[in-house]
């Protein structure tokens, strides 16, 4: 049972790294690069760039001490047929809507260029891929078997947005039982005070839905 203890806020936490996973979110070409779904509601997706090499080197040193790895994406089925309607009429212009033709082929589309996740922390073999309809990683998706089956009590949190899809997971993730310690440079919002709000959220009150951290100190205590 290898402890590691992580610093983090509110306070530090203690976690059995062979019982922890990386869960990184959504870190695909649709909502970090231009022409996709983050773009088509209007961000300026520039404002998520610095999330990727703090991730980039969490991941490394992941890899390295052998945790299972969770990459999410959100995006739908060719024919939209897991699209709410509520979610397509939402955000976006018609003609930049979920499943319309973009910069990177469909708009968060299953298969589309821009559905995938960006080059530099691309998924390995080995590695789960989660392919989610909603914002939280848990809806509708066999993230928590896939968990179980790992004897996973842990989750290192990294990912886009944070206050959107990160902020879902980890308040499902919480309710599950899972210990969430989220990395906050390793997170990233297209508005900066959504980022800090989602975070600050996330360990008010004693840790009300997890921890925060940084990349730094969880390569402490992967190391
Ligand atoms: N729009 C926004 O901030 N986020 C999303 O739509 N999805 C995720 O956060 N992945």
């Not at 309809?133 to 947005?161: H, M």
């Not at 599950?176 to 919002?189: E, F, K, P, Q, W």
């Amino acid at each position: 049972m290898p402890l590691a203890t992580i610093a983090a806020e509110p306070h530090q936490v203690v976690v059995d790294l062979d019982r922890t996973a990386l869960l990184i979110i959504d870190m695909q070409r649709d909502f970090l690069e231009p022409g996709g779904f983050g773009e088509a509601l209007g961000n300026d997706v520039a404002a998520l760039m610095p999330a990727i090499a703090p991730c980039q080197a969490v991941l490394a040193a992941a890899r390295r001490r052998g945790l299972l790895v969770i990459h999410t994406r959100e995006g739908h089925r060719s024919d939209l047929s897991d699209v709410p309607a509520a979610k397509m009429e939402r955000g976006a212009r018609p003609g930049l809507r979920i499943g319309d033709a973009g910069g990177m082929g469909r708009i968060l589309v299953r298969g589309e260029p821009g559905h995938d996740i960006i080059a530099p922390l691309y998924p390995v073999a080995g590695e789960a891929v989660i392919d989610k309809p909603g914002k939280g990683a848990f809806y509708q998706t066999d993230l928590e078997l896939i968990l179980r089956n790992r004897a996973v009590e842990n989750l290192l949190v990294c990912g886009v947005t944070t206050e959107v899809c990160v902020n879902s997971t980890v308040r499902e993730a919480a309710d599950r039982g899972y210990r969430c310690v989220v990395l906050a440079d390793c997170c990233a919002s297209y508005f900066p005070h959504f980022h800090a709000a989602g975070l600050a959220m996330i360990k008010a009150q004693g840790g009300i839905f997890g921890w925060v951290s940084a990349a730094a100190a969880a390569m402490a205590a992967l190391a």
